[in-house]
């Protein structure tokens, strides 16, 4: 590089020398050349919007004693539990309240029975492929059986819960009836309508 530019400066005309133009273009200021162009304040991606996450309602049931509000269920679920302490001291209370946490535990096996009985159904369409019956002689092949064994597990669980969820609210309301009988100068007041599809009294 170094001898190429001693040749130029040898041979180049005293005019071309004498202008000091492209110089000043060689080793011109980077300020003076695109630089202006560049923003006074660096720019920035814009900001993220954070979505807010959504609420689900969950159901909650309270009941007032002594003038203060109270959670009725545990964190395991509605169970009711939270009445316990009070209910305690009246046994057909808490018979009641067990009633109810039992119904409530075969409402959950018969969830369980609901499922189980959707897995025969779908292992039965596989291994008859789709004909549970034979087409020659009607007969129910190995898999069908195994499909009309899920149905009818399916039915009854399906029956079974529905009847118990139907019943079961009414034993809370008999067991706070059954304390407020005997301690009528302290009263539960339960907040929310026992039955299916029980809800917040408002």
Not at 12 to 21: C, G, I, W
Not at 64 to 71: L, N
Not at 183 to 197: M, R, S
Request: hydrophobic share 40%; proline share 7%.
């Amino acid at each position: 590089m170094v001898p190429w530019l001693l040749i130029f400066f040898l041979v180049a005309p005293r005019q071309v020398l004498a202008d000091e133009s492209w110089t000043q273009k060689l080793y011109a200021n980077p300020l003076n050349q695109g630089l202006s162009q560049i923003p006074s304040q660096p720019s920035q991606p814009p900001g993220l919007i954070q979505k807010q996450m959504p609420s689900y309602s969950h159901c909650e049931r309270f009941f007032i004693f002594k003038g203060q509000k109270y959670e009725c269920d545990s964190n395991l679920g509605g169970d009711a539990e939270r009445l316990r302490p009070i209910l305690q001291s009246v046994p057909q209370a808490v018979s009641e309240l067990d009633i109810y946490q039992k119904n409530l535990h075969d409402v959950r096996i018969s969830g369980l029975m609901v499922s189980s009985a959707l897995v025969l159904v779908a292992l039965g369409m596989i291994f008859s492929q789709g004909q549970p019956f034979n087409p020659s002689n009607g007969a129910v092949t190995p898999g069908g059986g195994i499909m009309l064994t899920g149905l009818v597990l399916g039915v009854g669980g399906i029956f079974h819960g529905f009847t118990l969820v139907n019943s079961n609210e009414t034993h809370i309301e008999k067991a706070v009836n059954s304390y407020n009988a005997v301690h009528p100068d302290l009263p539960i007041e339960l907040q929310f309508k026992t039955g299916v599809g029980s809800k917040l009294i408002q």
